[in-house]
């Protein structure tokens, strides 16, 4: 920002001496460099009053998310009820989390064995949103839905709000192949238990 403002002031200090000397009336190659540079000092500007982290949340660039039926049709950003949030950047599609005691209720429970064996059985099972290939969402994609630059839980709660802000299961895959259960907090504290809250994934892993 600093070096924009130098070169700023630079092509004005020059053109002022030229304009002295009888040697410029504004030519046009002068006059396109201070354009330049007076472009590239607005989005300095810009940037410069951005919220912290704001680019990497997509806040700035408008919402990634689209809401989806229990067909997997696309729905309005003001529906009141979906059951899935598919990431249009990243080829995701996400179970939304409810309050109503089902499947996917969001205080629910599982231990990684149950997570697996029961919670995602049951989704594959019924063919949740029409789809069979639900699974556990490895650490990169549960890193998608972090959303720093809001109070916790640190999501987009107009797309995901029930979310809590505890720990959820992932996964990664360490050096040896080997699959390691893991977990992640959407909130500020990360606790060690044996059982931990889920929500399922599909789509081509990141």
């Not at 989704?123 to 916790?152: C, H, S, V, Y």
């Given at each position: 920002m600093a070096g924009v403002i130098f070169s700023y002031r630079a092509e004005l200090s020059k053109s002022k001496i030229l304009s002295q000397k009888g040697e410029l009336s504004m030519s046009w190659p002068v006059f396109c460099r201070l354009m330049r540079v007076t472009f590239f000092l607005f989005l300095g500007l810009i940037a410069s009053t951005l919220p912290a982290g704001a680019e990497e949340s997509g806040v700035v660039s408008g919402s990634l998310f689209v809401k989806l039926d229990a067909l997997g049709n696309e729905l309005s950003k003001d529906a009141v009820a979906w059951a899935m949030v598919k990431d249009t950047q990243k080829g995701l599609t996400w179970e939304a989390k409810t309050v109503d005691g089902s499947i996917h209720n969001a205080t629910n429970e599982y231990t990684w064995k149950e997570a697996k064996e029961v919670f995602l059985a049951?989704?594959?099972?019924?063919?949740?949103?029409?789809?069979?290939?639900?699974?556990?969402?490895?650490?990169?994609?549960?890193?998608?839905?972090?959303?720093?630059?809001?109070?916790?839980?640190?999501?987009?709660r107009a797309y995901f709000p029930n979310i809590l802000p505890v720990t959820y299961w992932n996964f990664y895959i360490c050096g040896s192949g080997a699959v390691m259960s893991d977990t992640k907090s959407f909130g500020k504290k990360s606790v060690r238990a044996a059982k931990h809250h889920a929500i399922a994934v599909r789509g081509r892993e990141l």
């Open positions: 049951e989704l594959n099972g019924a063919k949740f949103g029409g789809f069979d290939d639900w699974r556990m969402p490895n650490d990169t994609e549960i890193n998608t839905l972090m959303r720093r630059d809001q109070e916790e839980p640190y999501v987009d």
